[in-house]
C-alpha cells in the first residue's frame, strides 16, 4: 500500500474517531478515569461517564453514543439487564457495546452475548487491544449507518420511479370515459415483483372510434426493466392510431425498440383492436402469452395463437394479425407470463401452465362484475405458489347493451413515426 493511501486511511480514521461518543458505564470510578485516559489517548474526546445500568439508560437521550463500554458486575442495575434493555429498545437495538468485565469463564461471556453484547475483553484491559476493538467497532457502525443512508435513499427514489410507472397506466377516469364511449370494459391487476417491473398496458381508440389495446411484458423486472417501459409509453406516444392495423403497429414499435434494447434485452407483446361491426377482435402478437376468449353462456375459454417472434431481437420482423370473435357479452384475458409460471407440486418442480390458469377461472367464467372476476382469480394464483415475476391481468368485456362506438377527439391524435 503506497504512503499516500496509508495517510489517507489515517487521516479518515483520526476524523472518524475525533467525532466518536463512547458512553462508559462502570461503578468504580477509578475504571471510569482510566478508560476516559485511555480513550483520549486514542483520539476520542467526546465521552461520558455512567455510574450504573439506570444511570446509563438515563442518558442514553441525551448523549446518543455511538459506542458503549459497559462493565457487567455493578450495583442497582447490572450490565446483563442494561444489555437486555437497550436491544429491546428499536433506537439501540444495533448500536455496539464492548463489555469490559473481570468474568472471564465460557459461560459468563455466553451470557453477556445472549443479553445482546457485541464484543468482550477481559480485565485487567489492555491498552492496545482496547483501543483496536473500539476503533473496528465504531468504522463498522459507520458502515452500516452509510449503508443505512444509501438504502433510504434508493428507497424513496424507487418509490418515487414507481409512482411515476403507475401513472403511466390508464387512471380510472379514462378507462371509464373509454367504457361509456365504446362500450368495452376494461379492468385491471398489476403487481410488479419488485418496487420496479417491467410490464406495461394501455388503450386507445383508432380513427373509427374502435378500442385498441395492448400488453408488454419486457424481459426481467426491477430497475432496468422499469426503464424499458419508459421507452416503450414515449415510443407509442409517437405513433398515430387513425388507421390502426395491430401487425404494421408491431412491426413499428419493433424496429424502435431494436434502436434501443440493451444486448440481451427484449418482450413480448400483444395488441389487438374490437372491431363491433364485424364482432371480432383483431389483433398481433410478439411472443406474448395465448390471450383467453369466451362468448356469453361457454362453459370453457378459447386459447388464442400467439405465436411471433419477441420485439427487440430483429428489426425485419414482420406480425401477423389474427381475428376471434368477440361477440356483444363475450370477454377477452390477457395476462403476462407470471401467471403461467408459478412454482407448483410437491417440490415445486413443475409450473402452473395455461390449461392450470384456465381450470382458475374456470368457475368464475361468467361473473358479470369484472373487478370481482380478477378479486377471484388473484387469491387462487397467489395459493398456487410463489410468484417471483411482474403480474399483470387484463379482463376485456364487450358490453351487450353498448351503443356504436363514436369517433375520438383531436386531442387523441398524434403524427405516425415508424422510424
Known amino acids: 500500500m503506497s504512503d499516500i493511501v496509508q495517510q489517507a486511511l489515517q487521516q479518515q480514521d483520526l476524523g472518524l474517531l475525533a467525532g466518536a461518543r463512547v458512553m462508559i458505564v462502570d461503578d468504580n470510578r477509578v475504571n471510569r478515569h482510566l478508560l476516559l485516559a485511555l480513550l483520549e489517548r486514542g483520539g476520542i474526546s467526546q465521552v461520558e461517564m455512567a455510574e450504573d445500568g439506570n444511570d446509563a439508560l438515563a442518558r442514553m437521550e441525551g448523549f446518543r453514543p455511538d459506542l458503549i463500554l459497559l462493565d457487567l458486575m455493578m450495583p442497582n442495575l447490572d450490565g446483563f439487564e442494561m444489555c437486555r434493555r437497550l436491544r429491546a429498545d428499536p433506537r439501540w437495538a444495533d448500536l455496539p457495546v464492548l463489555v469490559q468485565s473481570s468474568l472471564s469463564r465460557a459461560e459468563d461471556r455466553a451470557r453477556a452475548f445472549a443479553a445482546g453484547a457485541t464484543d468482550y475483553v477481559t480485565k485487567p484491559i489492555n491498552a492496545i487491544e482496547l483501543l483496536s476493538r473500539v476503533r473496528i467497532h465504531l468504522q463498522n457502525r459507520a458502515l452500516v449507518s452509510d449503508l443505512r443512508m444509501y438504502r433510504q435513499r434508493t428507497e424513496a427514489e424507487l418509490e418515487l420511479a414507481r409512482k411515476m410507472q403507475e401513472r403511466l397506466m390508464p387512471s380510472a377516469e379514462r378507462l371509464a370515459e373509454s367504457e361509456a364511449a365504446t362500450g368495452v370494459a376494461i379492468d385491471a391487476h398489476f403487481a410488479p415483483s419488485s418496487e420496479l417491473g417491467g410490464d406495461f398496458w394501455d388503450f386507445r381508440r383508432d380513427g373509427r372510434g374502435r378500442l385498441v389495446v395492448y400488453l408488454v411484458d419486457f424481459s426481467g ?196 413515426r415508424s422510424e
Open 221 to 416: 423486472h426491477g430497475v432496468a426493466a422499469a426503464l424499458n417501459t419508459f421507452r416503450l409509453h414515449a415510443i407509442v406516444q409517437r405513433m398515430d392510431f387513425d388507421a390502426f392495423d395491430p401487425s404494421e403497429f408491431l412491426a413499428a414499435v419493433n424496429r424502435r425498440l431494436c434502436a434501443l434494447l440493451p444486448n440481451g434485452q427484449f418482450a413480448t407483446m400483444l395488441a389487438g383492436v374490437v372491431d363491433p361491426e364485424t364482432d371480432r377482435f383483431l389483433y398481433a402478437s410478439a411472443g406474448s402469452t395465448r390471450p383467453m376468449m369466451w362468448g356469453p353462456g361457454e362453459a370453457e375459454p378459447t386459447l388464442c395463437d400467439s405465436s411471433g417472434l419477441p420485439l427487440g431481437l430483429l428489426p425485419s420482423v414482420t406480425y401477423e394479425t389474427r381475428s376471434v370473435a368477440l361477440p356483444p357479452g363475450g370477454r377477452l384475458f390477457f395476462y403476462s407470463d407470471a401467471a403461467i409460471e408459478i412454482p407448483v407440486g410437491p417440490a415445486g418442480d413443475d409450473v402452473l401452465d395455461e390449461a392450470g390458469l384456465t381450470d382458475l377461472i374456470r368457475d368464475n367464467l361468467h361473473e358479470p362484475d369484472g373487478r370481482r372476476f380478477l378479486d377471484a382469480l388473484l387469491p387462487r394464483l397467489a395459493a398456487a405458489g410463489p410468484i417471483d415475476d411482474d403480474l399483470t391481468a387484463l379482463l376485456v368485456t364487450r358490453r351487450s347493451d353498448a351503443q356504436p362506438p363514436s369517433g375520438p377527439t383531436p386531442a387523441r391524435r398524434v403524427m405516425w
